[in-house]
């Protein structure tokens, strides 16, 4: 259970209606973050519907990187205009269960029933953090409309690029 950037606290029961779930490892400071932002709220808008929404999780420490303050989060999410929960994993345990390592780190989980889920792929959003109009390979878009054709996510496993995790010393 995380806590949500409007107070709320959010788990994966919070999702148990809901085909699936698209847990993305993000930060306010990265760059890498930061240019995948409108697309991340993007995927929210075209899949959330279809019962894969995206649920944002900042795993950093506040300490090491004031900007990813749950305060900082509170700002970013009302500043973009985020249609997604924004959650802070304080004691980093989750993105450490995930093996998490990167922001963004992406996995796309797919309900085996009630709140039961299981990872159908991890990795990148797509191949091109730098320029949208560049991207050829669109893994997990692709990797989502397998899941809702009940097809399994080939790949479904990329390298996640962007700014490594900040862990508490």
Sequence with gaps: SLKNVD??????????????????????HCPFSKAYEDRIINLHNAYAGKGYPVLAI???????????????MIERS???????????DETQ??????????????????KQSNSVFTVAYIGAID???????????????????????QKNPSPDFTKAIGCSIKWKK
């Design 93 to 110: 345990s989750i993105a450490k269960q995930y093996g998490a390592t990167r922001t963004p780190h992406v996995y796309l989980l797919k």
């Design 127 to 149: 191949d091109n953090h730098s320029d949208i109009a560049s991207v050829s390979q669109t893994y997990l878009s692709n990797a989502i409309d397998a899941l809702i054709a």
């Design 58 to 72: 900042n795993p950093n420490d506040p300490v090491s990187v004031p900007e990813d303050s749950f305060e900082k």
């Design 7 to 28: 107070g709320s606290v959010v788990s994966l029961s919070s999702y148990a209606g809901d085909n699936g779930l698209v847990v993305i490892f993000t930060c306010n």
């Design 78 to 88: 009302k500043e973009k205009g985020f249609p997604f929960k924004y959650v802070i």
